[in-house]
């Protein structure tokens, strides 16, 4: 049966579903600590909204596979209005909507999300492609038993908004689409999967680090020298480039000219500068004596003092619970020290003093440089000044940010190097540098989950364990510019 879970996974890893149906169950990786966080929290906030509803509705909980199914269209039958965790299903097709809500032309399906129903930001918000098929999914059933007219189901969020996905409308400005169109191409491929017609292979990818056949797809892209270990080689590049190139060794010991074709290259999005840029790295990965390098000169700043920024967010909550800095002057290293502004709370008055803390600390430290790794530090402080107006305003977050002394150092690793690695995380390139992390499982994802915990009991253990980890993400920070700063040219 093709289930809404299935195609949810499908949109995030076309290799997934095929591991789940035939790989081997034992060969899977522990469930993360994070992931049964999201799992118990998606859970609880579900257990929540309808706890509060008033509304009469149907919960059909209680009952599992056959007997929930009857159920439901025993409800459906009596026109119930809402009903609660039913189940229906049609020809191949099996889906377990949060909610089944009887309108003017028929039922429509709906679920509850931990998470906001929308992605994109405030400025252009999109629905989420993943939602979306799990919706299409049940909409579907719904037609075809003749229960529904109208592909409009719902999404009830986190923000406590119901948002309608209109499944028919247009979406996306480049190459403009449906939510349904997608659904049946992401339909077709699951039954192909199903049936063993068509064989996935993994990619790597950031959404690797959670999955529980990470270890598993690991060993197979590295047995086959797959292309997606090069960084920022996907999985939509590696199948272009797979009928010419196979593998990374075949990359480093083929010459690109043939494949140019004008200003272009005979692959479909790769254009010559990435196919140059790519055949470099597979250069680089396959030298004996493999060195990172710079492809240009790059200037920082040359600064007395140097701030090295990191900070920690709840995405469920959507809550930043610590701004974390290693400072150092330039005239003596041995004043290298950790600063925190950790929210003592979940409330909005104990995040808006660690803000307010934080952005204190920076003004009182003019002039500086800081330097942080990727745009999240930016993109979340200005989602603070934004709900906290009274810290500070807008302006003075763009001139924090300001390029000219502040620097997002992974953009200077995308721009002016090349690393003998297979992703340019700070993880991987700080690691590579002979950098370690005190903690034994150092990631955001186990912060998130230590600090879930440090909150219900306020174990300052647990609080220190996550100080000490956010003090190596900034000191790895460091590490990795004072690199760069050393790196040649080639």
Partial sequence: MITASMLYDLVECPHRPSMDLFADPLKRDKLSPFVQLLWEKGTAYEQEVVAGLDIP????????????????????????PLIYRGRISAGDLLGEPDLLRLEEDGYVAGDIKSGSAEEGGEDD???????????ALYTDILERKQLSTRREPFVWDIRGLEVTYALDELTGKKDPTTLWKIYQEKLDEARRIVNQAEKSIPAYSSKCKLCHWKTECLKTLEKSDDLTLLPELGRTKRDVLLNE???????ANTPIEPFIEGRGTIFRGIGIKTLEKFKARADLVKSQNSEPY?????????????????????PIQDFCYLHGFVE?????????????FYATDLSNAAEEKAFADALNYIRQNQP???????????????KLQLKYPDVCNAEEIETLFDPGSSIDLLEVVRKYTEWPTRDHSIKTLAQYLKFKWRDTDPSGAASIEWFQRWSENKDQKIKQRILQYNEDDCLATRVLLDKIKKLKVI
Avoid: G
Wanted: contains cysteine; hydrophobic residues 30%.
């Fill in 125 to 135: 918000p999109r629905p989420k492609k993943h939602y979306a098929v799990q919706l």
């Fill in 57 to 80: 509705f149907l919960d059909l909980t209680p009952y599992s596979m056959e007997e929930k199914e009857i159920k439901t269209l025993e409800a459906i039958e009596n026109k119930e």
């Fill in 368 to 382: 500086c440089t800081i330097y942080y790794y990727s745009k999240y530090e930016r993109t979340m402080w200005r």
């Fill in 328 to 340: 150092r002057s330039k005239s003596d290293n041995s004043t290298e020290r950790y600063v925190a």
């Fill in 245 to 251: 190139i196979k593998t990374v060794e075949d990359l």
């Fill in 294 to 314: 710079l492809t240009e000169p790059v200037n920082l700043p040359d600064s007395e003092r140097e701030l090295f920024f990191d900070i920690e967010v709840d």
